[in-house]
């Protein structure tokens, strides 16, 4: 179930800003054997903005991020950087970004200052800046006591703060963090979502963010595009994103199917097309209607529930409806 | 472990210095890889040097052979290391793909064929370097060469060019095969079984007809003719392939073929890489 929900006044169909740090337009991919990742999407992304990717696996979000960083070629529509389209100066576009990969992308056998080094001299850094510029990053990103030892002998945490540090040394325009969080335990993710915070909030530089994770989301990024399926079903910023539920909503956990429960709750009146099922919880978002009044009704239909509560719409919810699977059941 | 407080001024990025560097990086990169692995120089090293120096001694007795057999194995054996080692050199793109920087480097502002052509220059420079010991050892255990100046420029051409194709072909195997197990299983097939038909241990016309022939189209066969031409001053392989009577002329040919080897293999390799870099 996947509803688009395109915002009329989101950045996509605004007309195009001169000074866009990327812009996508009819970006597609089609794989041999037909398979559609990417559908058509367009999106603007202004400097020093940071835009989330949200969707599960195989909802198009590496195969965009493989678009933008030229490791994969699109089917049609096209995409720049600071001005530098990836088809067809693909060489200018890589020159003013850098990506953060989702794996570990790093040579193990060679210390994190050889690996900062090269990445200082493939992006072109003039040798006198390069040491500087290496040690106030690793500094900054705290693994300066670290940088004369091999990589191999680093902990997740610290290679992942590595792989960051290695992507600023170039001072890029554009900077690319594929899933930068996952597989990190839950310090290191909170220590992680600072960095990424504090690079957002201080300095002009556009970041793209791919996520599974909701909160990650929610924190760090000033527009959201949700999707699904190869497609953008939602683009906005986190506020309107959980706006469009109005100010609270009822969850009902039932006995039985929530599919069966919702098409009984809109017969009656109570639940709108916003309203949504996975699997035994039944969302209603309530708009101007009294709590009290909404859950009155719904016991006196007789319906076998477990809990009925009311709390503020999150982005978890955005998500459901769009996409109509929870993340964690679609990660496999 | 300081503090994580991002405080970085971001500024432009630089212009471009020599467009020769990107590539002495990535070169010098490889090397360091490899150096942190020293049994990836010393591995292939190993099956070569006990031809020359235990088998071919043992097969000269056990054969009643001349003193000259140990040297024309000796030599036959530079057609065992070379592509020994650079398949050996092709096995570390797929861990750079599986577990190393690969992604990064083809995130890189540079060239994506450079990426093959810096590995390159770092398996020459160890093969180089076993070659080197190879001979090394055999002039130690009195193993002797008859070497001029014309025939050090035959040998350095011949191993040089085919090196390279022996490369390229390492690269094309690794950009086809998905895994490193896989990789491995073929390398017998690509680097032992030409050997041994190539005329490294005896004459190809020793083999019969239909295998002479498939050994005179072998890259390795013109290899180690030229070799043993340019080591041993000894055109007898080369008139095996040819059958003329200039040595010089039979050279040139032999050493035009592993030159189209070379080349033919090196854009195969650089045309793959990229094709498989991007999706």
């Known amino acids: ?219 760090l990024c000033d527009r959201i595009a949700v999707m699904h399926r190869g497609e953008i079903v939602a683009n906005d910023s986190p506020e309107a994103l959980r706006g469009r539920f109005g100010a609270e909503l009822v969850e009902l956990r039932i006995d039985g199917d929530g599919a069966e429960a919702l098409a009984s709750l809109r017969a009656e009146g109570l639940a709108d097309d916003d309203a949504f099922a996975v699997g035994a919880t039944v969302t209603i978002p309530l708009r101007d209607r009294a709590a009290a009044d909404v859950i009155a009704r719904i016991q006196g239909l007789g319906m076998a529930t477990h809990a009925v509560t009311t709390r503020r719409p999150t982005l978890d919810d955005v998500y459901l409806r769009l996409t109509g699977g929870s993340l964690a059941g679609e990660h496999a | 472990m300081s503090a994580i407080t991002p405080e970085i001024a971001l500024r432009q990025p630089a212009v471009a210095r020599s467009p020769f560097s990107p590539l002495a990086t990535l ?108 001979l090394g050892v055999a002039e130690a255990r009195r193993i002797h060469f008859h070497i001029t100046a014309g025939g050090i420029g035959w040998f350095l051409a011949a191993s040089l060019f085919f090196a390279v194709g022996m490369y390229g072909l390492a690269e094309v195997l690794a950009a086809r095969v998905p895994k490193a197990e896989e990789y491995i299983a073929r390398v017998p097939a690509v680097a032992i079984v030409p050997w041994f038909l190539a005329g490294s241990l005896f004459s190809i016309k020793a083999m019969p007809v239909g295998l002479t022939w498939i050994a005179r189209f072998l890259p390795l066969t013109h290899g180690l003719a030229l070799v043993r031409y340019g080591l041993l001053n000894d055109p007898t392989a080369l008139h095996d392939i040819w059958g003329m009577h200039s040595p010089t002329a039979m050279a040139g040919l032999s050493l035009l073929i592993v030159a189209a080897f070379a080349a033919l293999l090196t854009r195969a390799a650089t045309r793959v890489f990229s094709h498989a870099a991007i999706q």
Do not use: C
């Not at chain 1, 089917?75 to 067809?88: M, Q």
């Not at chain 1, 597989?183 to 300095?203: C, S, T, Y």
């Open chain 1, 1 to 219: 179930m996947a509803t688009t929900m395109q915002m009329e006044s989101g950045p996509a169909t605004r007309a195009r800003p001169a000074e866009a740090a990327i812009v996508v337009q009819g970006l597609t991919k089609t794989y041999p054997g037909g398979i559609e990742a990417v559908k058509g999407i367009d999106f603007v992304v202004q400097p020093g903005e940071v835009f989330g990717l949200l969707g599960p696996n195989g909802a198009g979000k590496s195969t965009t991020i493989g678009m933008l960083t030229t490791t994969v070629r699109p089917t049609a529509g096209s995409a720049s950087l600071v001005g530098h389209d990836v088809s067809r100066a693909p060489l200018a576009a890589r020159a003013v970004s850098s990506v953060v990969f989702q794996d570990a992308v790093v040579d193990r056998g060679l210390t994190g200052r050889r690996n900062l080094e090269i990445h200082a001299q493939l992006w072109r850094v003039p040798p006198r800046e390069a040491t500087p510029r290496i040690e106030e990053i690793a500094a900054a990103l705290g693994v300066d006591e670290l940088l004369d030892r091999p990589v191999a002998s680093y902990s997740g945490g610290q290679r992942r703060r590595l792989e960051i540090a290695r992507a600023l040394v170039s001072h890029p325009r554009v900077l690319f963090l594929d899933e930068p969080t996952v597989g990190l335990d839950p310090r290191i993710r909170a220590e992680l979502l600072d960095v990424i915070a504090g690079l957002r909030a201080r300095f002009e530089m556009t970041i793209l963010l791919t996520t599974h994770y909701l909160d990650e989301a929610d924190r």
């Open chain 2, 27 to 134: 070169a010098r990169r490889r090397f360091q890889l490899t150096a942190s692995r020293p049994r990836e120089l010393l591995v292939p090293l190993v099956t070569p040097i006990l031809f020359a120096l235990v088998i071919a001694p043992a097969l000269k007795t056990a054969l009643h052979t001349s003193v000259s057999y140990e040297a024309f194995v000796a030599t036959g054996t530079i057609g065992l290391l070379i592509p020994l080692n650079t398949m050996f050199s092709g096995l570390s793109v797929i861990v750079d793909r599986q577990a190393g920087a690969q992604r990064e480097l083809l995130s890189a502002p540079i060239p994506r064929p450079l990426l093959p052509l810096g590995n390159l220059l770092v398996a020459l420079a160890t093969t180089a370097f076993q070659i080197a010991v190879l």
